[in-house]
């Protein structure tokens, strides 16, 4: 959505006896009216267009001449940069990310969440387009090089939460989170970086700002919380098959809650992370855990809950449900197996309870070690079932990845707990290495075999 405002005003009592002039303008009020429906009252001129002089004689200079590279620009930046390259109009409104950038002969800048322009700055955040005047928050050049951030890469439901917590208990050391609106403190998210206002973010701010975690110490590294992207559950082939770039893009992206407790949409420059943690767990368990996790989002559904009770028939008899839904989609939008060169969701669909979401893990693991080597981090692989198998061992690797001290052994590890094998059949098995073989990259089956060994 995208409201503009002008600065000449309509005297409705000039046209008080022309209903031909006044019914059209009466319709646009609405509109416009139901336009800013969306738009706090607090914030209500934010969203502004300012017609200014053409700044000719500076038309034909290039833009890399005129705004510093790595730079945040401001409004008033960004309107200046705006006038020396020639540009008729600036327009302030809410758009997806932080920043200023050119469309046409409009320079815009905005903060807040719409999909509006996303297109045309994700183009841009890509190829780092000469079209585009980027807030790429790297870390100032004279603020201190720590504490570092060591991003916590994960599919969804393979230990996040544990090993988190297990550093915050274990070491009285903050952690931080890509998703600042779900971790907020007086209805706001706390930013871990002063420098960087679109993230990351921290876990716990509330402890953060009472001293109870610490994050100023030399030589050590922030466990930063990341999901990347495509790993929706149940979801349309096109929402997780991913180029190599966009699921980069969604490791750094994440959202916050602002001043307002609004959320809106946050993406912070990859140069200000230093390692990984590549947290793995059996695919297995994995799918499995996905499936309680929906069970948890419908207790209030007693009827869903009765027809896919939690246990293994519940289990296979949700699977069987949505191994049915996107039959279609699938055959449209085809995963190639990069051994067998099959469309591995027709392939498997008959295989496998709940096919898609093994492809979905599969990728996305594959995603996250070429992610890791493109941005060249220092990396870590961590496998959740080694908390339960070696805990302590487990624990000291990573906290001597982290830079930190181990204090105390920390809260305890039930996921041993938690194994799942039993829910699938000898043939499923079978058919899950199958298709894990044919779609994973050589250094993803090398994380994965140990699952079938």
Known sequence: MKTSFTSSSINISKFNKNWIVIVPLLCIAVLNIRNLRHIRKISVNYVRRVALPTASSAASLRKAEVIPSNTCLTTDECDHARQQIGLEQFEIGNFSKYGCFRKGMVAYWGQLSTSLHVKEMYAALDDRSSSRIYCNHKRPQNTSPWPGVAWLMSFPNSGTSYTGALVRSSSSTATATNYGSSNTFNRMSKQLFDWSTVGPFMTDPKSSINGKLDISKNGTYVLTKTHCGGYCFGCHPKQYVQTQTEFRNDCLTGDFRDEFGGKQ??????????????????????????????????????????????????????????????????????????????????????????????????????????????????????????????????????????????????????????????????????????LLRDIASNENWNLLRRYFD
């Open 265 to 434: 949409k946050a993406m912070y420059d990859a140069s200000i992370v230093d390692k990984a943690v590549h947290l793995v767990r059996d695919p297995f368990d994995s799918v499995v855990s996905r499936f309680h996790l929906k069970r948890n989002q419908k207790l209030g559904n007693a009827t869903w809950l009765a027809a896919y009770p939690n246990s293994i028939e519940g289990f296979r008899n949700f699977c069987a449900y949505v191994n049915t839904r996107l039959h279609t989609a699938e055959e449209n939008f085809p995963v190639f197996g990069a051994k067998s060169n099959e469309n591995v969701l027709v392939k498997y669909r008959e295989k496998i309870p709940c096919y898609s979401d093994f492809v979905r893990y599969v990728l996305w693991h594959n995603h996250a070690i070429e992610t890791i080597d493109e941005l060249g981090l220092d990396h870590l692989t961590l496998h959740y079932e080694d908390y339960g198998s070696n805990h302590r061992e487990t624990t000291v690797e990573l906290f001597q990845f982290l830079g930190l001290t181990l204090e105390s052994e920390g809260d305890e590890f039930h996921g041993s707990e938690r194994y799942y094998r039993d829910y699938f059949t000898t043939d499923d098995i079978q058919a899950v290495q199958e």
